[in-house]
């Protein structure tokens, strides 16, 4: 099998179910991450069993497998920082119907983010996160799929995270722009110090604290520079674009299916 498998986040395009998975193809990816949002709880995205079937079916016709999914929840919902008993509940929600869906997709692993509104900033925010993860992980666990964190917190944060919830199915799912935005650290030595416990790898570019601003390559979170030190490491797995092609800085350049060959194309020039 080769090193790396190249993908693209769901929520990166406007274009859904059988549009995504062909334009996917065309752009010569492998697989795509999708998101679970509230919209599941009215029937909609993928609460409708009709989109999981388009998606399905079409996957398998385009050659595709479906990496992993992603509840959509951080910006609104929390269950490390939540403003009520409802905020939380729906946050868990949003995390097991995900668990529930990578069954369904035959995932291996699901992303779970712990950052943004359900992030972790003093000790009883910290307690939250290790209690859930335990959790989740554990109800992931009994189908066997790894639960793979997102998170804002230095190199030695996550270790210590990652000690407490003592799981070897729980790893680090790496971004390559998130903490440069934040506080300016170095992507590729972020990459380097973790790279024994990174999952899966987002790829996105910007300009400064502008989160997904650039085409990869083209912004200031030095791109090229974590390019080379996840090509010096270990890691195989997939590598998945996590632009914004709808952002005015980008939207400008050409259509969504434009930005997305290009960013593709830049993968496989760097990548192999």
Known sequence: MKRFQYGVCEWTLRVRGN?????????NLDCLQLGVGTEIFRGGGLGNPALIGEYQKAAEEYGLFIHSLSPQFVDEYSFTMPRGRQDE?????????????SRTFGCRSF???????????????????????????????????????????????????????DNPMVKLFF????????????????????????GGVHLKDGEGSMLSASLLGGGTSGFYKTAKAILESSYSGCLIIESVYEKPTVSCLGTEAELLGRDAATLRRVFG
Request: contains cysteine; glycine residues 4%.
């Open 19 to 27: 549009g995504l998975c062909k334009l996917a193809a065309e752009k």
């Open 89 to 101: 509940e729906t946050a868990i929600k949003l995390v097991e119907k995900t668990i529930e869906l």
């Open 111 to 165: 992303l779970l983010p712990v950052l943004c509104r359900n992030g972790i900033v003093d000790g009883p925010s910290f307690h939250r996160a290790v209690e859930y993860i335990k959790r989740f992980s554990d109800m992931a666990a009994e189908s066997g799929i790894e639960t793979y964190l997102e998170l804002n917190q230095s190199a030695d944060a996550v270790r210590n995270l990652l000690a407490a919830v």
């Open 175 to 198: 971004d390559s722009q998130n903490l440069y935005a934040l506080n300016r650290t170095s992507m590729a030595v972020y990459f380097r110090e973790l790279e024994d416990v990174i």
